[in-house]
């Protein structure tokens, strides 16, 4: 059982669908992030959640949804997506900044998602 | 100015050789560093971490901090094909719960 794990690895949905990401740490982390990982650019940081609080939130457009029921579980909601925001999206837990000195984050395998 | 910066390069090194990764952030009240290796395709992968001044290793690793220049680097010694990657240096932020990620450094080892 790995540490992170994101599904579905792979998914191709079109303009006007509404698919969800899903995210699960094994780590006994408290810190949960969503960040995108577009062609040719840096990790763009989308949302954090720490202790199940949304902390963060980097301006993404209200078509990108996130979600984190408990400390273990993050999702990411799409809906009515354009064809740019084709990317990978990655996932990835920590414990909470400022919690302790030891923030590693750790990532998921991430979600390769085209938009059509 | 970039809140993290590396040269996207590539950098190309000899097998053997020994490999120097640069980066230097912006926010002076940061406390935790990290460096990432990415390999095409894949998600990055934690290679070292470091949150004092001065240098950590493990194995043929070495992460050096200096927050008076908020600089950190990452050596590589007896480079190998397999360290060909993309080298992400990332940053802990003194506020908010937030790591912040270079673009990365493009490492190509040479046989």
């Known amino acids: 059982e790995t540490g992170v794990t994101q599904t579905p690895r792979h998914l191709v949905m079109g303009m006007t669908n509404k698919k969800s990401l899903k995210c699960e740490q094994h780590l006994g982390h408290n810190a949960m992030y969503w960040y995108k990982q577009s062609a040719k650019k840096p990790l763009e940081l989308m949302f954090v959640?720490?202790?199940?609080?949304?902390?963060e939130n980097n301006s993404v457009p209200s078509r990108f949804s996130p979600e984190c029921p408990n400390s273990s579980h993050l999702f990411l909601h799409l809906h009515t997506l354009q064809p740019e925001d084709s990317a990978l999206y990655l996932c990835a837990s920590s414990q909470a900044l400022g919690s302790t000195t030891r923030t590693e984050a750790f990532f998921g395998q991430g979600t390769r998602l085209t938009v059509v | 100015q970039k809140e993290v910066e590396q040269n996207s390069g590539p950098l190309s090194v000899p097998e053997g050789a020994i490999a120097s990764l640069n980066c230097t952030y912006s926010d002076r009240g940061s406390q935790s560093f990290f460096w990432y290796r990415q390999y095409s395709g894949k998600s990055p992968e934690l290679i070292m971490s470091?949150?004092?001044?001065g240098d950590k290793e493990d194995g043929r690793f070495t992460a050096q901090l200096n927050k008076a220049s908020q600089y950190v680097s990452l050596l590589i010694r007896d480079s190998q094909p397999s360290d060909s990657a993309t080298y992400l240096c990332?940053?802990?932020?003194?506020?908010?719960?937030?790591?912040?990620f270079g673009s990365g450094t493009r490492l190509s080892i040479r046989p």
């Open positions: 959640y720490s202790l199940e609080e949304r902390v």
């Open positions: 990332a940053v802990a932020g003194s506020s908010a719960s937030k790591i912040i």
């Open positions: 470091i949150y004092s001044n």
